[in-house]
């Protein structure tokens, strides 16, 4: 089985700290990603990495920036946490198409909150 | 770029009944797509996807999806409900070569006794 874990379930930070969210997938898959999702918003991708050291904005990176140098590991970084950054955050891994493999697996989410 | 719509936020059912939850995607010329389930304080599972070939796809725990081209849907379906099944439940839809996936809005299942 794939197994995505993520370093924490519940996280509170004070605005202006800096957070690391921490994301590991045991596959060797290519692809990882990271979302929030807010309520009535859906899952909004914030940045997606294909590659060790590579990386791609998703819809919403403002705030955040990422950092992958091992290929099972990619960590999210809030530079100055706020308020408005107050969700829940869940990463996904794929082997991605050329793989044969087309859906993405997802960790049990981080709900981070800060005050 | 695509899109999903997920044309209900909520959806009340009684334990036993039928339950449809709608989807549509913005048209392209070749699409995959996908119906995730996240249970409450969980991750997202996927339920089923359609790549190719037959348009009803069977996917787990009883549920089901038929792909509409002409109509650009992908409706889920199960023909009675457990309470078990309460639950949010997202459409979403991949461009072919595209490892991105687009998300819908999601829509909650509330399951009445």
């Known amino acids: 089985d794939v197994k995505v874990t993520q370093s924490s379930r519940y996280l509170v930070k004070r605005t202006g700290e800096k957070v690391f969210l921490e994301c590991v997938q045991d596959m060797d898959h290519e692809n990882m990603f990271w979302y929030r999702q807010d309520p009535g918003l859906g899952l909004r991708l914030i940045y997606f990495s294909y590659d060790v050291k590579m990386k791609e904005k998703g819809d919403i990176p403002e705030g955040y920036s990422v950092s992958r140098e091992k290929k099972e590991r990619f960590s999210l970084i809030l530079e100055s946490a706020s308020t408005n950054q107050t969700s829940m955050y869940l990463c996904a891994s794929s082997p991605g198409q050329r793989g044969g493999v087309y859906e993405q697996y997802f960790g049990p989410g981080t709900r981070l909150t800060v005050t | 770029a695509q899109s999903v719509t997920q044309l209900d936020s909520q959806v009340p059912v009684f334990e036993e009944a039928p339950v449809e939850l709608r989807c549509n995607y913005s048209s392209s010329v070749s699409v995959y797509l996908f119906w995730y389930v996240q249970y409450p304080n969980q991750g997202l599972q996927l339920l089923l996807k359609?790549?190719?070939?037959?348009?009803l796809v069977k996917g787990i725990n009883g549920f089901e999806a038929e792909f509409n081209k002409s109509q650009t849907s992908f409706h889920l379906r199960k023909p009675s409900v457990h309470i078990s099944d309460t639950a949010e439940y997202f459409c979403?839809?991949?461009?072919?070569?595209?490892?991105?996936?687009?998300f819908g809005k999601g829509t909650r299942l509330h399951i009445l006794p």
């Open positions: 979403a839809v991949s461009d072919r070569w595209d490892d991105k996936i687009i």
């Open positions: 359609y790549l190719s070939g037959s348009t």
